[in-house]
């Protein structure tokens, strides 16, 4: 940890002060649990892949990007505003509104995750809807799900806001990968009946039993806030802030299934389930980016009147740690991705061409650096927006066009050239309306100016 923190430190060297170690430190720690993370989820796919066959993995992969799509709509926004909201109450000691947004947007959550789950129930169940109604048993034992996601997701938002960073990473990235692992031993060692409605079961219960840890670490930890009792909350604007909010998170995650919501009309499970695998792998090149995040939202957000100077050099900063990081994850990808995707399974070295568009795509944003995340919590929530909105369109006109002509690779060539452009439409933005510009592109202005 020490020699990381060394070489983070040569680095990232400014005047950046206290932010400047908590962003260290954050990323450390992020480091140590996501690094452990990864091997668990990477076990956790392939006993699934080895115990439940490709086939029963596509199922399963299919009825949880729904999931995940439902759940966004149930948090509708809710941890975004946690996370640029509750900083800046903690800055101002004003407990009662701390406690107040955070109770709002629980209750919030918890309404919007039973009425959006009837209702999708009742459209599959009513209407014959292709490549959903055939999984209705599958999608009533997943329901549950969608409320016990949202709950987590945004609980979890709430301890980062708070600066709580390895405790809001340790639900989703050690105890929900390592229970769903041993769950999966379990059944293979019981010899169980082997199917799609025992995997979705077993991923169920093991949501319901990180909630319940959750919840437990969330009220030790807010006691302040909520313990004195609250006011009724009275922050402004947070109707339009959620909807902006809701857009983004519900774009961001249409970006990333896209191409396996379509690829049912055109391929079959097995398909999506490779296409899922070489996701996962090209994941580890944005893997950097998502350490800074469970530190950065929150430092934009408490920096919101900072000057622009400030804010540049906090951007220069994290932007140059995502590219030191990321390149060495993109080369390990382009040299041995064929020889990983083989390691489960033949039939998934398939998917090395899409692994490769997937992992050049990621890659932009350790070129680009964190435009988005700058504009959200700076109060430019409604340009992210609009460029999560282009990206959307461009990627799924062009998923339609490439997925039946090439299969998984066209859907994979398809996020990267829509991920080019939206990259390209942050930055503009991110210069424009924050003063700030990805250090790349400002050595490329000072060799032109020169």
């Known amino acids: 940890m020490k020699l990381l923190k060394s070489i983070l430190e040569k680095f990232t060297n400014s005047d950046l002060q206290e932010d400047r170690m908590r962003l260290i430190k954050g990323i450390v720690h992020s480091f ?3 690094g452990i993370s990864m091997v668990l989820v990477f076990a956790g796919n392939y006993l699934l892949v080895k115990l439940f066959g490709s086939e029963k993995y596509g199922v399963y992969v299919h009825v949880f990007n729904w999931i995940s799509i439902l759940t966004m709509l149930a948090l509708h926004g809710q941890a975004d505003m946690i996370v640029t909201r509750l900083p800046r109450y903690k800055a101002k000691s004003d407990e009662a509104q701390a406690g ?21 129930l009742l459209l599959i169940y009513i209407f014959p809807i292709e490549t959903l109604s055939e999984y209705r048993s599958q999608f009533l034992m997943a329901s ?32 929900k990968p390592f229970l769903l692992t041993v769950f999966i031993i379990a059944a293979g060692w019981l010899s169980v009946n082997i199917h799609e409605n025992l995997l979705i079961g077993i991923a169920v219960a093991n949501l319901g039993i990180c909630a319940a840890v959750l919840a437990w670490l969330v009220w030790q930890k807010t006691k302040p806030y909520l313990g004195k009792g609250t006011t009724r909350y009275q922050g402004e604007g947070w109707q339009k ?26 391929t079959d499970e097995k398909a999506i389930g490779v296409f899922n695998i070489a996701a996962r792998f090209s994941d580890l090149i944005i893997y950097p980016f998502f350490l800074l995040h469970a530190v950065l939202p929150q430092m934009f957000a408490k920096h919101h009147d900072a000057g622009r100077s400030y804010n540049q050099k906090l ?35 398939e998917g090395y061409p899409a692994l490769i568009y997937m992992s050049l795509s990621n890659g932009l944003f350790a070129i680009f650096g964190p435009a988005n995340t700058i504009l959200m919590m700076q109060g430019k929530e409604k340009l992210s927006a609009i460029a999560l909105l282009v990206n959307v369109l461009i990627l799924t006109v062009l998923s339609r066009l490439l997925i039946p002509v090439q299969g998984i690779t066209g859907a994979a060539l398809a996020m990267f ?27 490329f202005a000072k060799r032109l100016g020169a």
Do not use: D
């Open 417 to 443: 050239i829509s991920n080019v452009v939206y990259n390209m439409l942050l930055a503009f933005y991110a210069k424009r309306y924050t003063g700030v510009s990805a250090p790349l592109f400002r050595l």
């Open 144 to 175: 549950l799900g969608v409320y016990l996601s949202a709950f987590l997701g945004l609980n979890q938002m709430t301890l980062q806001a708070l600066n709580f960073i390895r405790l809001s990473q340790v639900i989703e990235r050690l105890l």
């Open 32 to 34: 140590i649990i996501q």
């Open 100 to 120: 107040a947004v955070i109770k709002h947007a629980n209750i919030r959550v918890a309404i919007s995750g039973i009425i959006i789950s009837v209702v999708f």
């Open 315 to 349: 951007y220069t900063e994290s932007t140059w740690i995502i590219f030191i990081t990321s390149l060495p994850l993109l080369l390990m990808n382009i040299g041995a991705g064929n020889w990983l995707l083989g390691y489960f399974g033949e039939a998934f070295k």
């Open 241 to 266: 802030q959620t909807l902006y909010f809701l857009s983004i998170g519900l774009l961001q995650l249409l970006t990333s299934k896209i191409g396996m919501l379509i690829m049912p009309y055109f």
